[in-house]
């Protein structure tokens, strides 16, 4: 079973001389490692070992997430030994390794919310979210200076940057259940970007204060304007690694349509020599149809001087190839897994590596691309999505279940979908099911023009969205 698939595989790709790269597209004789992986590094672990994993299974690039520099001056040498580029992965408005320590000394530093609460003393989701202001210069200094320490570090091919945005306004639709919320707009308490500084600066080139709004969350300008700040800081960053002739690079929300909504991350902008996006369809939609939607979207809109890859979930089976499919079909040039410890059993590794063998000997073939034919635009219409509606259909038949106390799944009967309300991103419907006499609601999120979300529900289950 699996030798036909990459047969099938490398029959489209190897026919692919007659196809051209979608326009926007960019062609470059540079070539970046293909297969990536993310990875937390700590002193004392066996970083070897797993370097030769990586060399087993055919990746050959790693984000890696270590401590301090020194730290990195002990990982390059064995990961360079293993033929795999090492690049710094780095937390950045978001702080990581020296929370606890800028907290104490620079308290005023941190985000604040449309509520006037400080991610000083105030949570955002999870303690380790704290959001430093990016219209602060002690800010932008700080980590200058950090990216400068980094780039030091003899041998370090490049930065990848992460948290680079503000607080989640929105989370992925699957965590909600998690923090018992319903985020179907915009609320106040996850609504960041509010400090002092940020709002004296857009009152001095805008003339208001957003907060003046009935509802701030509908000001494009104010939503640009941090947009911007953030941007301003990734540039920083990048002339900066540019400067010491290495490699820059981020992993940024899914799209940058959906990133300037959900974290105020337009990463278009940003001049990135490598773009991962963090294209997780399981906290999304749960279909792979979003990691083709999404890559789509990013070929068409991203900065034209970045090489775009795909960030995705590690799947220890089936999944994780058509996962990939999606995205080098679609206009990505690489992927990058998180994590490595995903991909467990030796079938799966043995599958990986004649997977990554091919699309590298396609891309050599190619001058160093992927060239594919995709669509410019993704389909936003929901119901065209199979995938996401047989997730649908199957969780209203998990719900018939358990409303009447037993296991086995009825087959369905369903009326027609009937919009009942639009908002936002938000679209709701109404569907009946002839067989259980059940109508439900269904409601779908299209951030960034592309199906971000979805939910099923009893229409006699009321949702409550807190605005805490």
């Not at 520099?69 to 090492?86: F, L, M, N, S, T």
């Not at 704290?130 to 980094?150: G, H, N, S, T």
């Amino acid at each position: 079973m699996r030798k036909n698939f990459l047969s099938v595989f490398l029959l489209a790709f190897l026919t692919l001389g007659t196809f051209s790269c979608q326009k926007g597209a960019k062609e470059t004789t540079k070539e970046y490692p293909m297969f990536w992986t993310w990875l937390d590094y700590r002193p004392g672990m066996n970083f070897d070992s797993i370097c030769q994993v990586m060399n087993d299974i055919g990746m050959d690039g790693i984000m890696l997430n270590a401590p301090t520099p020194d730290d990195y001056r002990v990982a390059i040498p064995i990961a360079h030994k293993h033929g795999i580029e090492v690049y710094a992965w780095l937390w950045t408005m978001n702080l990581e390794h020296d929370r606890d320590k800028i907290l104490k000394e620079h308290p005023e530093w941190f985000s604040v919310n449309r509520n006037g609460k400080s991610l000083t003393d105030t949570t955002a989701y999870v303690g380790y979210y704290k959001f430093l202001c990016p219209a602060l210069p002690e800010v932008r200094e700080f980590i200058k200076e950090k990216i400068r320490a980094y780039c030091e570090v003899e041998g370090l091919n490049g930065i990848a940057i992460d948290y680079h945005r503000f607080v989640d306004v929105v989370l992925p639709t699957t965590l909600w259940p998690h923090y018992g919320i319903v985020q179907d707009r915009e609320y106040a308490a996850w609504d960041y970007g509010y400090h002092p500084e940020m709002l004296k600066k857009f009152k001095e080139e805008y003339g208001y204060d957003p907060r003046e709004q009935e509802d701030p969350s509908l000001d494009v300008k104010w939503r640009q304007f941090r947009c911007d700040q953030i941007t301003e800081v990734a540039n920083m960053i990048a002339e900066v690694v540019h400067s010491y002739g290495k490699t820059m690079a981020a992993s940024p929300f899914p799209t940058p349509k959906m990133a300037s909504r959900m974290v105020r991350q337009d990463w278009k902008k940003w001049n990135l020599d490598i773009v991962f996006p963090m294209v997780y369809h399981t906290f999304y939609t749960g279909d792979v149809s979003f990691i083709a939607d999404c890559t789509i979207e990013n070929a068409r809109d991203k900065n034209n001087m970045t090489t775009l890859y795909c960030g995705m979930t590690a799947t220890n089976g089936p999944k994780m190839f058509e996962c990939m499919d999606a995205a080098l079909n679609n206009g990505a040039q690489g992927i990058a897994v998180f994590t490595i410890h995903g991909l467990r059993s030796p079938e799966v590794r043995q599958q990986f590596k004649a997977y990554t063998d091919s699309v590298k000997s396609v891309r050599k073939a190619n001058g160093g691309l992927i060239k594919a034919t995709y669509p410019t635009v993704a389909n936003p219409d929901p119901f065209k999505h199979e995938g996401v509606m047989k997730l649908v259909q199957e969780r209203m038949r998990q719900l018939i279940a358990k409303a009447a106390g037993r296991e086995e799944l009825a087959p369905l009967a369903l009326g027609e979908y009937k919009e009942v309300d639009s908002y936002d991103a938000t679209r709701c419907y109404q569907v009946t099911d002839a067989n259980s006499k059940t109508i439900f609601d269904v409601t779908f999120y299209l951030y960034g023009d592309v199906v971000s979300g979805w939910d099923v529900a009893v229409a006699s289950e009321v949702a409550v969205s807190p605005d805490c």
